[in-house]
């Protein structure tokens, strides 16, 4: 798979009033650089209840740390790694949409859809 394709995680179907996990990832397979010249700045996360125009923004991770200091770039040990998990009680069948942005790339999407049991 497409190495900045944010990842969808999650079951397929809840209950109504149950809370559902969704874990979301980027370059599942294939690992997306995260140098401070070319990282994934941030995921964020939308569900879209059927027959709903209008999506809603359930999170948004932004990833903050990609090896800068005051050294200069890739000279501190420390990365925010581009996997999130979160958790969300929709009430509603619909989709799952994950957006990520990468800061050279740009915007990528996916999406999954989510049954009530
Ligand atoms: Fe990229």
Request: charged share 20%.
């Amino acid at each position: 798979m497409e190495k900045h394709v944010p990842v969808i995680e999650c079951a397929d179907a809840v209950k109504a009033d149950e809370l559902l996990e969704v874990k979301v990832t980027i370059g599942k397979e294939i690992a997306h650089p995260n140098t401070t010249e070319h990282h994934i700045s941030w995921v964020a996360v939308y569900f879209l209840p059927e027959g709903e125009k209008f999506p809603y923004q359930i999170a948004k991770y932004e990833f903050a740390a990609h090896g800068a200091s005051v050294q200069g770039p890739n000279t501190s040990t420390v990365y925010t790694h581009h996997a999130v998990t979160g958790w969300v009680k929709t009430g509603k069948p619909g989709t799952l949409i994950a957006t990520s942005l990468c800061n050279i790339h740009g915007l990528w999407q996916s999406s999954k859809e989510i049954k009530l049991k």
